[in-house]
Every structure is written in C-alpha cells, then in structure tokens.
Antibody, heavy 124, light 110 residues
Framework: QVQLQESGPGLVKPSETLSLTCNVSASSIGNDYFWSWIRQPPGRGLEWIGNVFQSGLTRYNPSLGSRVTISVDTSKNQISLRVTSVTAADTAVYFC?????????????????WGQGTLVTVSS | EVVLTQSPGTLSLSPGERATLSCRASHSLSSRYLVWYQQKPGQAPRLLIYGSSSRATGIPDRFSGSGSGTDFTLTISRLEPEDFALYYCQHYDTTPPMYTFGQGTKLEIK
C-alpha cells in the first residue's frame, strides 16, 4: 500500500527558502503517475503548486512564477519542493499527492493519494 | 485559466436529507476533467468523483456527480453523519497542464 509522508521545517523566516520532502513508501515512483505538491493556507482553499514525473519533467502553476522548484530522486523514492523568497502568504499546509493525469483513457485527472500534510509557517 | 465557483458557501442539512452542491465554471469544460473531493478537519482531501460522474474506489453509491459545460453537481442522496465536511471541485486544464480548485462548500449539520 503506497503511502506519502511530507517532512521539513515547520517555521521559515521571510525572504528565505522553504524546502520540503515527500517520501513515497511501499512503491517506487514509477512511470504511471505524476507527483504533485498542493498547499492550503489556514482556513482557506486548495492551490496546486506543480508536479513532477519520474523523468524530471515538471509543470508549475504560473501564479507562483519562478519561485518554485520541484524535483524527484527515484533512488530514494522522494519528491522535493523548494519555494524561494517566502512571505507570510506562503504560510500553509503543504501536501504531496499522487497525480493521476498521464493516460487520457484511464486517468482520473485528479489526486488519488495524499500525504497527511505538513504546516509551514513563515514568520520572523 | 478557468475559475470554478462553488455554491452555496455553506449548506446546513440534517442526516438523511439530500445534499446538492454546485460547481460553476467560468467557461465550458470537458466533463472528463472535473473532479470532486471531500475534506474533513485536519485531514487531506479524499477523491470522490472523477470524470464528472465516476465514483472513485471505495466511495459509497450515495455520492453521485453530474453535469456538463459550465454546470456540475455533486449529490449526496441520503446524508450520513460522516458526510458533514468540506467539498471541493477541481478541473484539469490540458493546455498548459494545470489544476484549478473551487473555493469549497462546507456541509454542516443543521
């Protein structure tokens, strides 16, 4: 049974870089799914940040501009997220999720497996 | 980029009642790419419906989805106590590839 677990600092100072890791257990990252990061500010809705394929191919939400980098390490079954120059607006619960959008005929075009999420607060 | 508007913001109903949640898009969408989630406090969202009307694995048949064009609906036929939660719709854009969520509907016990 595949499980996702996010980890990283819970507190980041303004203007610094937020770095998170998602460990994918019980399975290799493989070539049937993308892997996404999604965030949710406290008391608010969901925002897709971007995703990565096992090859390293990435897609990002244009609203976050060039501050975001998502990468994959298949040898460690890990997905990583970096957000530079953070502000209080980046305070959120960050989720990693399995992104089923590879095959038109058989994909859900949504997120069928999620980590529990990790709260990151941006504050001095 | 599509904008998804969910209504109502809050829906107050009793167990056993029927719930109808709406997701309206700013322009016509393919129903192939419309998804619904349920989120309970302190938990990650759970995928309920994909392709506008297909139930995900393990989702009870009291949950159903419908719609096309700009108007999509999630219906819960008979509310169980565990159904009171937040619900989000989501769309996948193919060009460029990206996801957009609605702002959510809170389903609360009356």
């Amino acid at each position: 049974q595949v499980q996702l677990q996010e980890s990283g600092p819970g507190l980041v100072k303004p203007s610094e870089t937020l770095s998170l890791t998602c460990n994918v257990s019980a399975s290799s990252i493989g070539n049937d799914y993308f892997w996404s990061w999604i965030r949710q500010p406290p008391g608010r809705g969901l925002e897709w940040i971007g995703n990565v394929f096992q090859s390293g191919l990435t897609r990002y939400n244009p609203s976050l501009g060039s501050r975001v980098t998502i990468s994959v390490d298949t040898s460690k079954n890990q997905i990583s997220l970096r957000v530079t120059s953070v502000t209080a607006a980046d305070t959120a619960v960050y989720f990693c999720a399995r992104d089923d959008s590879l095959y038109y005929d058989n994909s859900a075009f949504g997120f069928d497996l999620w980590g529990q999420g990790t709260l990151v607060t941006v504050s001095s | 980029e599509v904008v998804l508007t969910q209504s109502p913001g809050t829906l107050s109903l009793s167990p056993g009642e029927r719930a109808t949640l709406s997701c309206r898009a700013s322009h016509s969408l393919s129903s192939r790419y419309l998804v619904w989630y349920q989120q309970k406090p302190g938990q990650a969202p759970r995928l309920l419906i994909y392709g506008s009307s297909s139930r995900a694995t393990g989702i009870p048949d009291r949950f159903s989805g419908s719609g096309s064009g700009t108007d999509f609906t999630l219906t819960i036929s008979r509310l169980e106590p565990e159904d009171f939660a937040l619900y989000y719709c989501q769309h996948y854009d193919t060009t460029p590839p990206m996801y957009t969520f609605g702002q959510g509907t809170k389903l609360e016990i009356k």
